[in-house]
């Protein structure tokens, strides 16, 4: 058995109720896992059992719901353009508009406009003005508006209604109603011969209209991903037995050959095998200055090469290379569904067959206690509850703000791998920082050499840089390098946290701290003062033995990033604890973060003790852990929420929740403003959503006319309605300005 996942593109989702369906109808196919449907982005994320299932069954499943689903086969080769859709629903809400007008001129001016009412009566006269009414209304409902019957009615009959049900039950009585009182008035009491052909066609128009700015406003949210994709090349031009030719970028294989010109953008991932310049990362990593690139740098597809010429030898293809996989993760966190998305689930779910029972009732209410004529303010009343609490808002609260928040992340440089990440870091409370890679540059250099007499600094760090060679450890490999001839060596022992030792010709070499030579029993006392004093200035210091005898102590500084400091008092500022975590000793650990502000420290963790160290400082409150995404990936994986820091074009790192492109600091204050700012977007559109729902609705059923004889009109609801998912998808579009 083994488990895969597909995403799925899904039509006619208009409210949450229709999640809700979608993601009902998913679930309960057999083999089927995880289900998140998006109803901002129209898609279907599906985790399941490929031995149970396929991808066509669930697009199947879907469809048979009533939602038109299709598999995305590639997401990373589109944009989500919601270009056609757009200009499709201003279409459908201009000619709604066009057949409206003269139906409201007709009724409601000569209710507002004497002048009006005098040429109705004098040209067609009442009946002639209703039969004209029918006739345009009957074209707005059975063309513009007939997605509303087409989508809600069949979701009616399944007991199943959605916002579309809404709208096609209020609209549809109001339409019933008047072609009653316009072809067979005897049917109705005298004083409740009225039209509300208006109210329906105004009804159709409102909504039509807020779904053309929702339509707007949904492919906006889209604009990070579309950017991204707009980065990726076509054609590229490529060295092939000694010719250059334009290939299509899929042609491309791994060993190619790229020429890069001034100017161009870099289409694949690879080395550069000839050539100097300057590339722009800025819309990869977020960093604004051009990183110089020379023989073996590494560059990134989707870049954009400076003044030289490159040649560059492809390494990553396709789906591999680190724009594709920028672009797969944003879709990924975008299409999640938050933890807080299951309160909005809950209610949602009940929601429409709790307001079709209140609009049942808002009628019979009416039908008994109302004033005359009872049939009439039943029907506004019972119609302006169907259409006011249609739930378009609550679903579109989280999803929209889930777009605009993680697309504009990415754009500075921050990638959320898991949804539940961006809820998580808003309640994160201290940060927890690995000090190799992240808060140094990870590239320790040899300071200083001391030796005991009778030694020379060459033999020493020949016999040590052997010892280490096969060690990755950032400190062996300062010691490898800064040695000038390395011997071979053999039976390599390595005690993780401690040191290692190993046979070197005829010498037998000892290497690791004063804890560990002393439990080989060697004496580090000569070399003692030095050690604090070096220590005490923030450099590690390992010691050296040859053949059991103290030889030297080798001391290696690892820089402090120039962003470190600033970015810490970023943090702080955010009223953030600043923790990190060490091998080091602690007086060595304590050096550094006082350079950089930090003022909790935990030092002398072995590598399987930052798990544990994580661990105690999660008990007193979310902690989110920054490593290198690679060495300390249980520590990420521990933390209630891990970052990657410095991944450059490795961004493939599962144990992560959020990766950062650059290797700047700073980047983990961006990720966690970025989680707040989407967070309290969220709770702003579900507050609004929730209270304008909770709110209009005691309204629309005339809660206020016994007071003051007020009661709302249907098609006041359908424009209140239509605003409120557009004041949603507004807000959340302001997330499009964080960071600026």
Not at 92 to 103: G, N, Q, Y
Not at 318 to 324: F, N, R, V
Not at 450 to 459: W, Y
Not at 529 to 543: D, N, S, Y
Request: net charge negative.
């Amino acid at each position: 058995m083994s488990s895969t996942s597909v995403s799925l593109s899904v039509q006619g989702l208009n409210c949450a109720s229709c999640v809700g369906r979608v993601e009902r109808a998913l679930a309960a196919v057999p083999g089927v896992g995880e289900v998140a449907v998006n109803l901002a982005s129209e898609t279907a994320q599906i985790t399941y059992n490929d031995q149970d299932v396929t991808a066509e069954v669930l697009a199947r499943a879907a469809t048979d719901a009533g939602y038109p689903a299709q598999v995305i086969v590639s997401t990373s080769a589109q944009a989500p353009d919601k270009t056609d859709e757009t200009q499709h629903a201003f279409t459908r809400m201009w000619i709604a508009l066009a057949l409206t007008l003269p139906v409201f001129v007709l009724e409601m001016g000569a209710h507002m406009v004497p002048a009006i009412h005098h040429a109705i009566a004098a040209t067609i006269g009442q009946q002639g003005s209703w039969f004209i009414q029918f006739a345009l209304t009957a074209l707005v409902l059975v063309g513009p508006g007939r997605v509303f019957y087409r989508l809600g009615v069949p979701a009616l009959l399944k007991a199943a209604p959605d916002m579309n049900s809404l709208v096609a039950l209020g609209t549809g009585a109001a339409f019933g109603y008047s072609t009653l009182a316009t072809f067979a008035p005897a049917m109705l009491p005298a004083a409740s011969r009225a039209v509300y052909f208006e109210a329906a066609a105004v009804i159709v128009t409102l909504i039509l209209l807020g779904r053309a700015l929702e339509a707007r406003a949904k492919g906006r949210t889209g604009a990070a991903i579309r950017a991204l994709i707009g980065l990726q090349v076509r054609e590229a031009r490529v060295l092939r037995d000694g010719v250059t030719q334009d290939i299509e970028i899929d042609a491309i294989v791994v060993g190619d050959i790229v020429v890069l010109r001034p100017g161009e953008r870099v289409p694949v991932d690879g080395e550069v095998v000839e050539g100097t310049s300057f590339v722009d990362e800025a819309m990869i990593t977020g960093e604004p200055v051009p990183v110089e690139k020379s023989e073996r740098s590494l560059v990134t597809g989707g870049t954009v090469n400076g003044a030289g010429a490159l040649q560059v030898r492809v390494t990553r293809v396709g789906a591999d290379t680190t724009l594709s996989q920028i672009i797969r993760m944003v879709q990924e966190a975008q299409g999640a569904k938050l933890p807080i998305q299951a309160l909005v689930d809950r209610v949602t779910m009940y929601f429409v067959p709790a307001v079709m029972v209140v609009a049942a009732l808002t009628v019979a209410t009416w039908l008994i206690f109302g004033p005359d004529p009872v049939l009439t303010y039943a029907l506004i009343a019972g119609v302006s509850v169907l259409i006011i609490a249609c739930p378009c808002a609550m679903g579109l609260a989280t999803p929209t703000s889930i777009m605009v928040g993680t697309g504009r992340a990415a754009e500075l440089g921050v990638l959320f791998r898991k949804g539940a990440a961006l809820q998580g870091l808003s309640k994160v409370q201290l940060v927890a920082l690995d000090k190799t890679g992240t808060v140094t540059e990870g590239r320790p250099e040899v300071v200083d050499v001391l030796l005991v007499d009778g030694v020379t600094r060459e033999t020493v760090l020949a016999l040590t840089a052997a010892a280490e060679a096969a060690s990755e450890h950032p400190i062996a490999s300062a010691i490898v390098r800064a040695a000038k001839g390395v011997f071979a060596a053999s039976e390599v022992e390595v005690l993780p946290g401690k040191g290692l030792r190993a046979q070197v010709g005829t010498a037998k070499v000892t290497v690791g701290s004063d804890r560990f030579l002393a439990e080989e029993g060697i004496d580090t006392t000569p070399l003692a003062q030095a050690e604090v004093e070096h220590t005490a200035r923030g450099e590690t210091v390992v010691f050296v033995a040859i053949d059991g005898a103290l030889a030297a102590m080798i001391a290696v500084a690892d820089k402090v990033k120039p962003s470190s400091a600033a970015a810490i008092k970023a943090l702080r500022a955010q009223g953030l604890r600043v923790a990190m975590i060490t091998g080091d000793k602690r007086a060595t650990a304590m050096a550094i973060a006082a350079q950089v502000g930090i003022d909790e420290v935990v030092a002398e963790v072995l590598p399987d003790g930052k798990v544990n160290a994580i661990k105690e400082l999660c008990a007193h409150g979310p902690v989110a852990f920054v490593g290198d995404g690679i060495n300390d990936a249980p520590a990420l994986a521990q933390a209630d929420v891990g970052i990657a820091i410095g991944t450059g074009t490795d961004v493939a790192i599962e144990s992560a929740d959020v990766v950062l492109m650059s290797g700047d600091l700073s980047g983990v204050a961006t990720a966690i403003e970025a989680s707040r700012a989407t967070m309290a977007n969220i709770r702003q559109n579900l507050g609004w959503a929730f209270a304008y729902n909770t709110a209009l609705i005691p309204l629309a059923a005339g809660a206020l006319y016994p007071a003051t004889g007020l009661l709302l009109s249907p098609a006041f609801a359908a424009g209140a309605m239509a605003l409120s998912s557009v004041s949603v998808l507004g807000n959340a579009l302001r997330l499009k300005k964080m960071g600026e």
